[in-house]
């Protein structure tokens, strides 16, 4: 049997001499790494969506202001603020891609965020001059919310998998 270090500290047989165990070995190791690309892709499109929404509150407070919520802004003070904020938070979002497996668990913090938006969002949208606009974004934070914890849920079942093989592996056991 022959095995592969997929990121340092998990590996995954790529050969194994009975014609049972390699395809499915193999195709595992396909989906496994599907699962990394499309929760990178998910976390990119997070993360530069807050740093852009960020930036461009920052920079145009009061066209984004009129536009978003239709009415001229009084103070850019806050609102400002809060596209700073966005900026930060996206940049924060976009971290775990510098290395996914060492910083994977800074997506939950991601998600938890996320949830935490929406939550925000639906129970103040009432103090805005227009909440509808207010809702469709709890909306759109939830539907981010769900495209990151889905991948990212196939990504720790990988992980458990990975585990699972090593153990048994550890212990002479065959593959399941």
């Known amino acids: 049997m022959e095995w592969k270090i997929l990121d340092g500290y998990s590996r995954i047989a790529v050969s194994i001499s009975c014609e049972k165990w390699s395809e499915p ?5 396909e989906k496994q790494q599907s699962t990394v690309k499309v929760l990178k892709i998910i976390v990119f499109c997070v ?4 740093v852009a929404l960020g930036t461009v509150i920052y920079f145009f407070t009061s066209s984004f202001y009129q536009f978003f919520l239709g009415e001229p802004i009084a103070n850019p003070f806050f609102v400002r603020q809060s596209g700073i904020f ?8 976009l971290f775990p891609l510098t290395n996914i497996n060492r910083y994977h ?8 965020s996320k949830v935490f938006a929406v939550a925000f969002l639906l ?11 207010i809702y469709l974004t709890a909306v759109i934070d939830g539907l981010m919310a769900i495209a990151l914890a889905t991948p990212y849920f196939f990504y720790l079942r ?6 699972r093989q090593q153990m048994a592996t550890a212990a002479g056991a065959p593959h399941e």
């Open 25 to 29: 070995m193999t195709q595992l190791y």
């Open 47 to 50: 993360g530069v969506h807050s």
């Open 86 to 93: 966005l900026f930060l938070i996206g940049l924060f979002y």
């Open 105 to 112: 668990q800074f997506i939950i913090l991601s998600i938890v």
């Open 123 to 133: 129970s103040n949208a009432h103090l805005t001059p227009f909440p509808p606009m």
């Open 158 to 163: 990988r992980d458990v998998l990975g585990q």
